[in-house]
C-alpha cells in the first residue's frame, strides 16, 4: 500500500555532490488504492466497467456508489485529509466542461485530461491549489467520448497537439485504468492530432507493443538526483525513468517503442552545486542515448503562488522546498494572479548554462521551451 512511509526524510542535510549524485536504480511500486469508488454514471460506461474488471483482478476494495457525488474524503485535519485522498481511486465521468479544451502552451496547444490527481508525493506538486477539493484521484470512465471530443480542434495545415499530463500522471495509474494505450491507439488512427504525455514512471511494458505511428511522444520528467530523492516520493528513481525512457525510444527492431520521446527536467532549482549535480544527470542521458532517435528537451524552472504554497506547506509542514517569496521575483498574468519565480540574473544563470550543456550532448536534439 502507498503510505506516507513514501515521503522522503524531511529537513535532513543535503548530501555532499557524490553520494547524492550515485543512482539508485529502483522502479516504483503499483499504487495500489485502499479504496476505489465507481459512481453509478460511471459504470454505465463500457470502459468504467473495463476499470471495475481491473481493479477487481488486483483484489483492490471496490465501492459502487449510490449517487454520483464523491463522499467522506475528508478526515479530521489536512493531513489526514490527504492520506486518505492519496489512497482513493474515484471512477467518475468527467464533467461537460472537460470538452471545452484548454489552451496549455508551451507543452501543447490543448489539455486532454484522462484524469484528475496524482498517486506520487511530489512535495512542489503543480496540482496543489489547481484543483478543488481532496486530492483524489478520478479517472475519467467517459473516455471513448473525451477522445471524440478531440476531433472539433484539429485544424488543416498542422498536426494539433493535446498534453494528457496536466492533471495527473497517466502511466502512475496505466495498470488500472489502460487509457493511455487507449489514447496512443486513438492517436495513431488521426491525422491531425498529436498526443503528449510526461510521467516520473517507469512502467511502460504495455505502451511498447501499440501501433502509434510516431503520433505520441513520450517524455520522463527528470531532475538532479537529490532533488528528486528528497522531494519525489512514491515515484521511480531517476535511474529507472530513465532507462523506461530509452526503451520507448529504442527501435521497434532492437526490442524498444519507436516512440519520438523527450525529457522534462523540472523544476529546475539552483540547489547548492547545481551544475555538477545537474551535469551528471545530463552525462547519464548522453550515455542511455547513445542512438539516434527523436528526442526533445523541455525546461520548466521551479514556481509558486501563494495558494499553492499555502496547500503544501498543509500536506508537507516539514518540507525542505524552497518556497521563500523574499528571494523571488513576481510574476503577474492577464488576469491579476501572481506567481513567485526566479529572479531574473538567476533565471539568466541557468538557462544560459542548460541551453549550452545540452546542446553540448544532444545538438539534434532541440529545446522546446524554457519556463
Known sequence: MQTDLFLPVLNAP?????????PRTHGARLWRPKRVL??????????????????????????????????GLRGEDGRATYRTAKTTLAVVNAPAGALRLQPTPPSADYQLNLAEGCPAHCQYCYLAGSLSGPPVVRAFANLPKLLANTQAYERAGRPVSFEASCYTDVLGIEHLTGALAETVRY????????????????????????????????????????????????????????????RLA??????????????????VMPLPDWQQHYGALLDRLQAAFDFDCDLTAEFITHRFTPGSKEVLLGWYP????????????????????????????????????????WQRRFPRAPVQYWT
Not at 454514471?41 to 481493479?55: C, K, V
Not at 498529436?194 to 514512471?201: H, T
Open 14 to 22: 543535503m548530501p555532499g555532490p557524490a553520494a547524492a549524485d550515485a
Open 38 to 71: 465507481f459512481t453509478p454514471d460511471a459504470l454505465q460506461e463500457e470502459y468504467g466497467q473495463q476499470i471495475l474488471a481491473r481493479a477487481t483482478a488486483l483484489g483492490l476494495a471496490v465501492e459502487l456508489l449510490k449517487s454520483n457525488r464523491l463522499t
Open 187 to 246: 492517436f495513431a488512427a488521426r491525422e491531425g492530432g498529436r498526443l503528449r504525455f510526461v510521467s516520473k514512471y517507469d512502467h511502460v511494458e504495455t505502451l511498447l507493443g501499440l501501433p502509434h505511428r510516431g503520433h505520441t511522444r513520450a517524455r520522463a520528467s527528470l531532475n538532479a538526483e537529490p532533488l528528486a530523492r528528497q522531494l519525489e516520493g512514491g515515484t521511480a528513481s531517476i535511474e529507472a525513468r530513465i532507462g523506461a525512457l530509452r
Open 250 to 267: 529504442l527501435p521497434v527492431a532492437q526490442g524498444g517503442g519507436g516512440y519520438p520521446v523527450g525529457v522534462v527536467l523540472a523544476p
Open 318 to 357: 516539514n518540507t525542505t522546498l524552497d518556497l521563500a517569496e523574499d528571494t523571488r521575483a513576481v510574476k503577474r498574468n492577464k488576469f491579476g494572479g501572481l506567481k513567485y519565480v526566479y529572479s531574473p540574473p538567476t533565471m539568466k544563470e541557468l538557462k544560459t548554462w542548460f541551453y549550452a550543456e
